[in-house]
């Protein structure tokens, strides 16, 4: 089946870019997702990419996707001290979707 | 109000006990799915469901059941508790076109703890 790896944990500074990255296996996964789980709360959906795109850009927010790396990664600019999150990727299978294990995302002042 | 919403948000009980996790949306999604969060596994299914008649085990579904009451409702069930089922447990929903393509909306989760 489908695996999905992150990196575990990112540190960075206010007012950095933050890149979290993602790898998975699944050639045919149409859609790849980006969500953010904030203390105590359920996951938020950030955004999505298709796979017949190479690049998403949403405010603060770019998606970039490397098709034939499988290579998924997200992008903050000007990373603020409210993005400290964990971050999950997601690709969607036949069926569900196959999550990460999320990339603990710290910002510090 | 929240579209997706898990009752209990927080609950502990002890080894045996039978346990049963509710969740229900007003989103209209057909798509129902039970997941498990545990530190450092990320997000497992457990349970999904396309529609009232569908049912579908996931990746972990031994020890669990579940049951489509209505469209609006799916609860999960821990018929005799043990601690390695300790875990924030979410619910999500999606629309129901074809593939999985659609993106998953979560609850707040249920904060289980089995002694």
């Known amino acids: 089946g489908e695996d999905v790896e992150q990196s575990l944990f990112l540190s960075v500074r206010e007012g950095d870019s933050s890149v979290i990255n993602c790898t998975y296996t699944d050639s045919s996964s149409t859609y790849l997702y980006w969500y953010k789980q904030e203390p105590g709360a359920g996951l938020q959906l950030l955004t999505y990419?298709?796979?017949?795109?190479d690049m998403k850009q949403d405010q603060r927010l770019t998606v970039l996707l490397n098709k034939k790396d499988k290579h998924l990664s997200l992008r903050i600019a000007d990373t603020q001290t409210g993005d400290s999150a964990i971050y999950f990727c997601a690709a969607a299978g036949y069926s569900t979707l196959t999550f990460g294990k999320g990339t603990m995302l710290l910002v510090s002042p | 109000d929240a579209d997706v919403t898990q009752t209990p948000r927080n609950r502990i009980t002890k080894t045996g006990k039978r346990i049963m996790l509710e969740c229900s949306q007003t989103k209209g999604h057909d798509r129902m799915y039970w997941y498990r969060q545990d530190p450092g596994l990320g997000l497992r299914l457990i349970y999904y469901s396309f529609d009232v008649k569908d049912i579908n085990k996931g990746e972990i579904s031994d020890g669990y059941s579940v049951s489509r009451q209505a469209q609006a409702k799916f609860s999960l069930s821990l018929e005799s508790a043990i601690p390695n089922q300790t875990a924030l447990y979410f619910c999500a929903t999606s629309e129901g076109q074809g593939h999985s393509n659609q993106p998953q909306h979560f609850g707040d989760g249920t904060r289980l703890s089995i002694l």
């Open positions: 990419i298709f796979s017949n795109m």
